[in-house]
């Protein structure tokens, strides 16, 4: 069973708007929400996060929000630039715990035309 | 270089072929992971390393699968007589004990088997 699922596989957006991914996930264990960026023939870099006890989380053009009662959480890339074309996974953690390790969701290739 | 580095990048290998994958952490990075990323999929967890440790091997998904990290840093992953099913991208990532899930990921070694 999938338990972080991203269900837009491709967004595509004009630069300078709003880009929003979404992602829902089933598992009430993970306190800890991340997004990852990724390029061809590159690994994943880290792009934002959220812990549990926040609904908000802001770093320039990035803003994640989590609705821990509707267990989901969405990024919003805003002005999208043409830098921005990527695969965006939305990951979480159980903790420490756990290791720490992640639960990645199927990714959404996101296009920004200029 | 300051990065996660894993080799090699490509592999090719013939069905029932032994294939060792390599990968060297941050320095000073004590947690290692190994994440398997099937085509068109997010990466899911393979194993955790807590130093020499491996504290966590669930993800494995079947005993063909070894990982060792005997001295705390470089890591291998040894999949013995593969399978078709094995083609994927094999992916490392490194992270202090401090971070919180925001690991650094190396390129990743795409195996491919035929």
């Known amino acids: 069973d999938q338990q972080v699922k991203q269900n837009s596989p491709s967004l595509s957006v004009q630069e300078g708007r709003i880009s929003i991914l979404n992602c829902d996930y089933t598992?009430?264990?993970?306190?800890?929400f991340l997004w990852y960026k990724k390029y061809p023939a590159e690994g994943p870099t880290f792009l934002i996060s959220?812990?549990?006890?926040?609904d908000k989380n802001e770093d320039g053009r990035f803003t994640v929000f989590l609705n821990k009662s509707a267990k989901h959480l969405s990024l919003h890339i805003v002005p999208s630039q043409p830098g921005d074309s990527a695969v965006y996974f939305c990951?979480?953690?159980?903790?420490?715990?756990?290791?720490?390790?992640?639960?990645f969701g199927g990714g959404t290739r996101v296009l920004v035309k200029p | 270089g300051a990065g996660v580095s894993q080799s090699p990048r490509y592999k090719v290998a013939k069905r029932g072929q032994d294939v060792a994958l390599r990968c060297d952490p941050i320095?000073?990075?004590?947690?290692l992971f190994w994440y398997q990323q099937a085509l068109g999929q997010g990466p899911e967890f393979l194993t955790y390393?807590?130093?020499?440790?491996?504290?966590?091997k669930s993800g494995l998904p079947s005993d063909r699968f070894f990982a060792e990290r005997p001295e705390g840093s470089v890591s291998t992953l040894k999949i013995q007589r593969t399978q078709q099913e094995d083609s994927a991208v094999y992916l490392c990532?490194?992270?202090?004990?401090?971070?919180?899930?925001?690991?650094?990921f190396g390129q990743g070694t795409r195996l491919t088997v035929v």
């Open positions: 990532a490194s992270s202090s004990l401090f971070d919180r899930g925001e690991a650094f």
């Open positions: 598992n009430s264990m993970f306190d800890y």
């Open positions: 390393f807590q130093n020499e440790a491996q504290l966590d």
């Open positions: 959220i812990s549990s006890i926040k």
């Open positions: 990951a979480a953690s159980e903790g420490k715990a756990a290791g720490n390790k992640l639960t």
């Open positions: 320095s000073g990075h004590v947690s």
